[in-house]
């Protein structure tokens, strides 16, 4: 085989695509062999994982479950990284919907801490990107009585939240509040006084 050719089967390692699969097959996340997330787990689990900073992360069309993040249990699902952009195949064509919630906990689907580390340090998602999906909160379908379900919670320099539409948010609890969408430009307890360009078109 030529170099030529090697090149051409092999993808840049920063992109990376995703579909819902019935081969059973768990693929290796080119756009001929997309990996496998027919479900949760594996959903959340390549995105933690196998989907670094700075990659480009195309979904199929279908439905994604995800545990998306909690607030109060930031390990349950996934988190996106600095420079990722998670790109879908459409609006209502591709659909995250949040699912195995727990009780007294704000959840967003797409969402990440705000602060790290022991001394509280600002946790930024610069130059992330999402956009050309659906997100389903489904708080209707959520068990427990108390949290809030929301699309869409970051704070980063120079991101874009772009094409999507969120359905089926809100919130169940007085003490739990609910923004469909937030792009947070400031956060005094992480330091942050001021982030700038983020923008939801």
């Avoid at 967003?108 to 992330?128: C, K, M, Q, R, W």
Wanted: proline content about 5%; charged content about 15%; hydrophobic content about 35%.
């Amino acid at each position: 085989m030529s170099l030529l050719d090697a090149l051409l089967l092999d993808p840049h390692p920063f992109q990376i695509w995703i579909a819902r699969r019935n081969d059973g097959i768990k693929g290796s996340g080119t756009a001929s062999d997309p990996h496998n997330c027919s479900t949760a787990e594996a959903f959340d689990d390549v995105l933690k994982n196998l989907c670094p900073a700075n990659s480009h992360v195309h979904l199929g069309p279908g439905t994604f479950e995800t545990k998306g993040f909690a607030v109060s249990d930031p390990t349950a699902g996934w988190q996106p990284k600095a420079g990722m952009k998670i790109e879908g195949s459409g609006v209502g064509v591709t659909i995250l919907k949040l699912v195995g919630t727990a009780q007294n906990t704000s959840y967003y689907v797409i969402g990440h801490e705000l602060i790290t580390g022991s001394s509280a340090v600002p946790n930024l998602l610069d130059h992330f990107e999402v956009t050309d999906l659906s997100i389903n909160c489904d708080l209707g379908g959520q068990l427990p009585t108390q949290l809030s379900c929301a699309g869409v919670r970051i704070m980063g320099n120079h991101c874009r939240i772009r094409r999507i539409k969120v359905e089926n948010w809100g919130t169940k609890s007085g003490t739990n509040h609910c923004y469909v969408i937030s792009a947070i430009i400031a956060d005094p307890p992480s330091g942050v006084t001021e982030v700038v360009d983020a923008v939801i078109e």
